[in-house]
């Protein structure tokens, strides 16, 4: 008789869920457990820094908790760290909505546009899936958006005047949906009736402090020496693991081995890398799903000033396009951008938001560039030629970040409705175990809730097979 020895656990990457992972395995006393991060950060789009006036931080990535409820997982241990205070909504459509030339539309105009907006959007959630069951054909979001809202608009009795300004909050609206849903319009079909994608109600809190706080909070009991940074995994070899471990390659020639392996990578590096980065080769269906699997493009862009440019007047601006087109005009990419925000915690720090092309194409532009076509911008929307050059400008890169190579997931036309599931279920030996498991917020919705659940459960496949009867001695 004798007792198996506790299984050796590494895990791939230091986002929310590879933290959550190693935080679940730890607190169930195992004690071989490692994270391999391939930056020199732990977070992975979780990224808080200092930036701007005020002692308050930034966030380069994830910004809100999607769903104040019990529900989310994310919630509670903020909740239960005091990290919410003061505690504030974000809401939208607080926004005051500025056209081209400088003026303000009015109140009523914008709600009433917001309202179809939503009643079309609504529409184009329940009309997604009916297409693909009536007419057996995959259609994007952007066809049935710019039909139904051209139907709206035309039931309208209104005079020239107050239509143009509908159409301007509508294209606003539209760089909003692109940012909101994380890619351009005519990429993203979604059929979000389905439990994979369903977010907890509630609204987005911001984390005053960060959402590092979160982190900090899950790294407390693993052990400092657990994490090991600035290690990239290029090969994780699961051959003959019936009888042997797992063997893990690094970029720096370091060769680690396990029992388990969790991988947390961003979908956006598992479809670049995964033909060199498993030996054998991923099964066929998973590469299919993987291929079938993208994540989007949002960027964000920081400006701090002197001296205040929205506070107080103005919390938001949207900035109402007479025309949003961009087509193949790269120099056009700043009408991708949304608008700005007042960052709450700060008096000169303002965010703006930028997706899909505009997003990817204005990574190749210096910080310097970007700074000033900004305050032009913000200059023309709020009608101001006064407002001063920024102080500093920060900008996110998630698109040509080496290790993520985007920003969250959609659901593509080729992706069938819940097939991530099948990219979720472990690899295993011709016994059973799983030795190879896969984690991340694309594999349950796009929220960091959702990463976090999918670490935690994976962490739950290794603590069963070695809790309880699995722990008794072999006969």
């Known amino acids: 008789m004798y007792v198996r020895k506790q299984p050796k656990v590494v895990i791939i990457g230091a986002g929310i869920a590879g933290i959550s992972a190693a935080r679940r395995l730890v607190d169930a006393e195992f004690k071989d457990v490692?994270?391999?991060?391939?930056?020199?950060?732990?977070?992975?789009?979780?990224?808080?820094?200092?930036?701007?006036?005020?002692?308050?931080p930034i966030e380069m990535g994830a910004n809100w908790i999607h769903g104040p409820t019990v529900q989310n997982s994310t919630f509670q241990v903020a909740e239960t760290i005091g990290a919410l205070q003061p505690y504030r909504i974000n809401n939208r459509m607080s926004a005051r909505f500025m056209r081209e030339d400088g003026t303000e539309i009015r109140r009523e105009i914008v709600k009433e546009a917001v309202h179809i907006y939503n009643k079309v959007m609504d529409d184009v959630y329940r009309t997604l899936p009916r297409e693909r069951i009536k007419n057996s054909r995959i259609v994007t979001m952007a066809p049935l958006i710019y039909e139904c809202l051209d139907k709206e608009v035309k039931k309208l009795e209104q005079n020239e005047d107050y239509i143009e300004d509908m159409k301007r909050v509508l294209n606003a609206m539209l760089n909003y949906s692109r940012f909101h849903e994380g890619e351009e319009l005519e990429k993203v079909t979604w059929e979000k009736d389905i439990e994979e994608y369903n977010v907890p109600d509630g609204g987005d809190v911001h984390i005053p402090g960060g959402y590092v706080q979160i982190l900090n909070h899950l790294m407390k009991t693993v052990p400092k020496e657990s994490l090991i940074l600035q290690t990239e995994v290029v090969n994780i070899n699961w051959e003959n693991c019936e009888n042997e471990q797992l063997?893990?390659?690094?970029?720096?020639?370091?060769?680690?081995?396990?029992?388990?392996?969790?991988?947390?990578?961003?979908?956006?590096?598992?479809?670049?890398?995964?033909?060199?980065?498993?030996k054998p080769l991923l099964p066929e269906i998973k590469i299919e799903v993987l291929n079938s699997m993208a994540l989007g493009r949002v960027d964000k862009i920081f400006l701090e000033f002197d001296t205040a440019v929205?506070?107080?007047?103005?919390?938001?601006?949207?900035?109402?396009?007479?025309?949003?087109?961009?087509?193949?005009?790269?120099?056009?990419?700043y009408k991708r951008i949304f608008g700005f925000d007042q960052i709450f915690t700060k008096n000169k720090t303002i965010l703006g938001w930028i997706s899909g092309d505009g997003a990817e194409y204005m990574e190749t532009l210096s910080d310097?560039?970007?700074?000033?076509?900004?305050?032009?911008?913000?200059?023309?929307?709020?009608?101001?030629?006064?407002?001063p050059n920024a102080k500093a400008v920060l900008v996110s890169r998630w698109c040509s970040n080496p290790f993520v190579l985007g920003s969250y997931f959609y659901q593509t036309k080729t992706m069938i409705p819940g097939e991530q599931k099948i990219l979720s279920e472990p690899l295993t030996t011709t016994s059973g175990k799983p030795v190879v498991m896969f984690a991340g917020e694309a594999l349950t919705n796009c929220c960091t809730h959702g990463a976090r659940d999918s670490g935690i459960q994976q962490a739950e496949k290794v603590i069963d097979l070695y809790q309880g009867k699995s722990l008794e001695a072999k006969l």
């Not at 893990?248 to 980065?277: P, R």
Request: glycine content about 10%.
């Open 34 to 56: 490692i994270i391999l991060e391939a930056a020199n950060r732990i977070g992975g789009r979780i990224h808080t820094v200092k930036f701007g006036d005020g002692d308050m």
């Open 247 to 278: 063997k893990i390659k690094t970029k720096n020639g370091t060769t680690f081995t396990a029992d388990h392996v969790i991988v947390t990578s961003s979908i956006g590096y598992l479809k670049k890398h995964c033909e060199t980065l498993f």
């Open 368 to 387: 310097e560039e970007i700074g000033k076509t900004c305050v032009q911008l913000l200059r023309q929307f709020l009608g101001n030629k006064d407002i």
């Open 310 to 333: 929205l506070a107080p007047t103005y919390s938001s601006v949207a900035f109402a396009w007479d025309d949003t087109t961009i087509g193949g005009d790269s120099s056009k990419w």
